[in-house]
């Protein structure tokens, strides 16, 4: 009896962490793709709760989730053109512009929800996306359930990441993609736009990320209310230092994130008596060991962060 | 002129976007209702016709949508304001560390009566009280009484009571579970009750709780409550946590047999849920009402308004079909 409640409560741990990790991986993954060419964008947070919007409207009026995704998806997209144009056009400071986007798109969101739904205080629902068991696989015990019984959104943000890595190490157009963010004047210089990829980096960004937001309100809970991101755009961009701009590390700190955080609510469920607080801090304290330890000798992206100026010597 | 306010409309809400910096909401429907309505006219001239028109706003860090807390919280307010003549405004989606400011700013517009809706707002209302002698503050589970501060409270041991005592008669697995937003003094003596009530009826029940360190994380509550199913096979829920709570509705509604008690409006008269099975209703209205006429009267401040049974302020729906039954007028 025992054994099998074990069972249990592994596999639903495990499940709980694949649940809490996707999002963060997905935008995780944005801002990896952001940051290989020198964007390093911390306005995840803010593309994500207008891609949680336009998610959310979008599955509520038409009733499909799936159009609520690709809504968030290019709702995201164009969120992040701002900042796109701003730093890479304007050789803006990237903090900076990354900082307004989390200040303007959340507010944008929510000002479009009550212009939507009025001033009311009923709880709009939408549409969950149905989970897309894979036949046999799913029928596995324990692993089953736990990786094959998923959303599609779930299945395409794991394959997301052998992708990246193939792409980044293994092709041409991925090798360039990376000089960019590397050593630009060299990549300018061997007859690669980096103005253009720059743009292409910062789409993908702001579509990855708003889907991130959109997964949020379209798989995971039916209802938008504000601050429903609550933190995980940063908790994603610490994902990507973590996992030291590489898809394989920065699916390991979202697993460990998601790990940690549906660990410690089921101690807090567990033991009443501990402060929940100390329990809270779980997921963070690991964050901050793993780190300690791993240190960041070997950082990202040389030209990260800083604007590129075609003209400048 | 029409393109001129709206231009005029985004500019202010843009800047008081900015001014908010880190809001993870919006002021932005606050400013909207400021501009296109009456607070265009100067205070001055407000204040000499006769006939003023009092205004009540509300602060609120979860979302007036979030189909708990916060929606019961507006719409007390709405419906008190529409009976004592008020205007309404308020913001939603506040940080914690907006709350001040944003009380400072309605402070600024000449709002007579600002309404807090939560223990956690304690220490911006007290700061700020303090600088505006001629404002009036109304502290939803507060337990501050100034000049300018009216605390309002309901009984949080009737209310752990009410649900506690429902949990416990619903429950068939002998384990029932809470959901907690913040370690407030209120929601630590609602889960307390809620437990102690539940033993009451029920010896054997074991009593589970868990915080989501969140008013509007409804994801994590849906997480919360699933562990608390799958893990511990509990089958009646109770919760003190605004969009937390809808998450962990949401998450019962996928098993079989799982039920969840709301509060603090008749939620399940509200929404179109399978899984509410009744609702701990504060009639926080009639209270907001009091402050209300006191404002009106001139007699705000140092005072605790309390709500509890007795006085009709707390009340279950089950409770009020037992009157009805009692009186005869259940079914005719």
Not at chain 1, 46 to 64: D, H, N, R
Not at chain 2, 54 to 82: F, R, T
Request: with cysteine; proline share 3%; glycine share 10%.
């Amino acid at each position: 009896m025992e054994a099998v409640l074990n069972v249990t409560f592994f596999q639903e741990l495990l499940l709980s962490t694949i649940r809490m990790a996707t999002p963060i991986l997905i935008v995780a993954l944005a801002e990896l793709y952001s940051e290989r060419a020198g964007q390093v964008n911390i306005g995840l947070d803010g593309i994500m709760a207008f891609g949680a919007l336009v998610g959310f409207l979008t599955s509520y009026i038409t009733g499909s989730p799936y159009l609520g995704i690709l809504a968030g998806a290019v709702g995201g997209l164009l969120i992040n053109m701002v900042y796109a144009f701003c730093t890479i056009t304007l050789g803006a400071e990237q903090i900076v512009y990354g900082m307004a986007i989390n200040i303007f798109a959340p507010a944008l969101a929510s000002f479009i929800y009550k212009i939507y739904f009025g001033i009311s205080s009923t709880l709009a629902q939408a549409t969950l996306m149905k989970v897309m068991p894979i036949p046999f696989l799913s029928k596995i015990p324990v692993l089953g359930p736990v990786l094959f019984n998923h959303t599609i959104i779930v299945y395409l943000t794991y394959l997301l990441v052998p992708f990246t890595y193939l792409f980044f190490t293994k092709t041409k157009p991925g090798l360039n993609y990376r000089a960019v963010g590397e050593y630009p004047k060299a990549a300018e210089s061997l007859g690669i736009n980096v103005v253009r990829q720059k743009y292409i980096a910062s789409m993908i960004c702001g579509a990855l990320a708003g889907i991130g937001g959109a997964y949020l309100t379209t798989c995971y809970i039916s209802t938008y209310s504000d601050g429903v991101v609550s933190g995980r755009g940063f908790i994603a961009l610490s994902a990507v230092i973590f996992g030291r701009w590489m898809p394989g590390g920065v699916l390991l700190a979202a697993l460990l994130f998601g790990f940690t955080d549906a660990l410690q609510l089921r101690f807090q469920v567990m033991s009443s008596a501990t402060p929940y607080q100390l329990l809270a801090m779980i997921p963070y304290l690991s964050t901050l060991f793993v780190l300690a330890f791993l240190g960041i000798k070997k950082a990202g992206p040389k030209a990260n962060g800083k604007p590129y100026f075609r003209e400048e010597r | 002129m029409k393109r001129k306010l709206f231009a005029l409309l985004l500019t202010v809400a843009m800047v008081t976007g900015l001014v908010g910096c880190g809001t993870s909401g919006s002021t932005t429907p606050a400013t909207t209702e400021a501009t296109t309505g009456s607070a265009t006219e100067t205070s001055a001239e407000t204040t000499a016709a006769p006939e003023k028109t009092y205004k009540v706003a509300m602060i609120l860090d979860s979302s007036i949508s979030d189909g708990g807390w916060g929606a019961a919280c507006y719409n007390a307010m709405v419906a008190a304001a529409e009976e004592s003549g008020f205007e309404t405004q308020y913001t939603d989606g506040l940080a914690t560390a907006d709350f001040a400011t944003s009380i400072r700013s309605y402070c600024d517009l000449g709002i007579d009566l600002i309404f807090a809706p939560g223990n956690q707002y304690t220490d911006a209302v007290k700061e700020v009280a303090a600088d505006y002698p001629n404002v009036y503050f109304a502290l939803l589970n507060g337990t501050v009484e100034t000049d300018n501060i009216v605390s309002i409270l309901p009984d949080a041991t009737q209310i752990g009571y009410m649900a506690g005592a429902l949990a416990g008669l619903m429950s068939k697995t002998n384990a029932i579970g809470f959901i907690g937003g913040m370690e407030l003094d209120t929601t630590k003596a609602k889960l307390a009750n809620y437990e102690a009530a539940a033993k009451v009826i029920n010896p054997n029940i074991q009593v589970f709780s868990a915080y989501a360190g969140s008013f509007s994380d409804s994801a994590k509550g849906k997480e919360i409550a699933d562990s608390m199913v799958t893990m511990n096979d509990v089958d009646v829920m109770f919760g003190d946590a605004s969009a937390v709570d809808s998450g962990a509705r949401e998450a019962l509604a996928n098993y079989e047999n799982r039920y969840d008690i709301g509060q603090p409006a008749d939620l399940v008269a509200l929404q179109d849920s399978t899984v509410l099975i009744g609702s701990v209703v504060t009639d926080n209205a009639t209270m907001i009402k009091l402050c209300m006429e006191d404002v009106k009267n001139g007699t705000y401040g140092n005072k605790t308004v309390y709500g509890n049974l007795e006085n009709g302020s707390l009340s279950a729906q089950y409770l009020e079909i037992v009157e009805q039954i009692k009186a005869g007028t259940f079914i005719k």
